[in-house]
């Protein structure tokens, strides 16, 4: 039997902080919490922060087809490193998991690497082309955790409908990817001032409004759950909350770039920041903060999109979107925010852990006697220099890159096991 004691700790979860504390540790559960003992030995975490463990839902592994910029082992080594235990595939591959025998292939890497749940996301449609769904119930039986055509949309609503229909009765969620390709075709950045200063061809906010109440609305009139993807606007969040008065099962995430950077950081040129959703501006990036404290934002989720360095060191027109972001995104959300106060680690324990737990009905995220030990430990009285050996994903398209941010990733134990932990 494995069994582990972890002294000192200040645990936060979601709606509880627990000062001074042990928790015991046996096989793969917690076997309870006590007042901190000088008697007892154990691991010393003295000064760091406890948490659950976070889950990630929205990350891109490029296994099958384009495994030089990620493969399932490499983007599991990046999330333990940030603290993840559970991370959720997208399924916009090369081909795409619109299959159950893909789905099959990714839970058996990740289960014979055995170092985070891997819970992939089956294509919404065949081939991620919105024409015709997927098998969804045999893919749920393979193990697929929910259905999105991220990177595409579903133009069709029609299918949409059709979709959340389907998997009403299910445990399953969808996972909308909401832009109208037709408002951003060609389109680069936000469209603004900034889009006219730089001659790069803008993408209109409407965009994703037009897309998000579409998707809100259908699931209204379903009377269905529905999730929203890395939403990036001020906008949007008003739509979404208007939305979930009606609606409690309407959920949303953003990730840690579009709270942190805005559009003016494209006077660069840097293509590291060339995102989809673009990045928008200072007021949607405070606005989207506001949602977080307030809890309007159900989910923090990296959108973590990676790409070789070759492949982004091009004329800004011809760099693919998207940034990796599982090593830095706790620590970038302390430097950032945490630290000035402007959130705390209550409100990581929600979006990073506990909610994400509940939107998608797995292993509960909360640190107390009789639940899985996932657990993420942050030390903030270290800091992190964001290198190349810093980083384990195969692609280095960090926002943070050659810079130093505050606090560290000090242990990530996973089903008691600990599968990552700070060299000293």
Do not use: W
């Amino acid at each position: 039997m494995s069994e582990k004691i972890l002294k000192n700790c200040t645990i936060y979860n979601y709606d509880k902080i627990i000062k001074r504390s042990d928790i015991f540790i046996k096989d793969n559960k917690i076997m309870k919490i006590a007042p901190a003992s000088n008697r007892t030995k154990g691991i010393d975490l003295n000064n760091c922060i406890v948490l659950p463990g976070l889950i990630d839902m929205h990350v891109h592994f490029r296994e099958p087809g384009e495994e030089h910029k990620e493969d399932i082992k490499t983007g599991i080594d990046a999330a333990i490193k940030g603290g993840f235990t559970g991370i959720c595939t997208m399924p916009n591959t090369s081909p795409p998991i619109d299959n159950p025998q893909s789905i099959t292939y990714i839970k058996t890497i990740g289960k014979n690497i055995n170092k985070c749940d891997i819970m992939p996301f089956g294509s919404l449609t065949k081939n991620l082309e919105g024409k015709e769904i997927t098998e969804m119930y045999d893919m749920i039986k393979a193990g697929a955790i929910g259905f999105s055509d991220d990177g595409e949309g579903t133009s069709n609503s029609l299918i949409l409908m059709n979709a959340m229909k389907y998997i009403s009765e299910s445990n399953t969620i969808i996972s909308t990817h909401c832009e109208d390709k037709f408002l951003t075709e060609g389109g680069q950045i936000n469209e603004s001032v900034i889009s006219l200063e730089t001659g790069l061809k803008g993408m209109p906010y409407i965009e994703e409004t037009i897309s998000v109440f579409k998707t809100l609305s259908l699931a209204e009139y379903l009377k269905t759950n529905v999730h929203i993807a890395h939403i990036s606007l001020s906008k949007t969040l008003d739509i979404i909350r208007s939305f979930k008065k009606n609606n409690s099962g309407i959920t949303c995430e953003v990730t840690p770039h579009h709270l942190i950077f805005n559009e003016t950081i494209h006077k660069t040129f840097n293509t590291i920041f060339k995102v989809k959703p673009p990045l928008r501006t200072a007021t949607d990036n405070n606005a989207l903060l506001k949602g977080i404290v307030n809890g309007y934002i159900d989910v923090i989720a990296t959108d973590h999109a990676p790409h070789q360095i070759y492949e982004k060191e091009v004329e800004f027109n011809a760099a693919p979107f998207g940034m990796i972001g599982l090593e830095t995104a706790l620590i970038s959300l302390y430097s950032y925010f945490i630290k000035s106060n402007k959130m705390n680690f209550t409100h990581i324990a929600k979006t990073m852990s506990y909610n994400p737990s509940k939107i998608l009905n797995t292993d509960e995220r909360y640190i107390k006697a009789g639940n899985i030990a996932n657990i993420t430990v942050f030390n903030p009285l270290i800091k992190s220099k964001i290198n190349h050996s810093f980083i384990r994903s195969k692609s280095q398209n960090n926002p943070f890159l050659n810079k130093t941010l505050d606090g560290g990733m000090e242990m990530t134990i996973y089903r008691g096991k600990i599968v990552y932990k700070r060299k000293k």
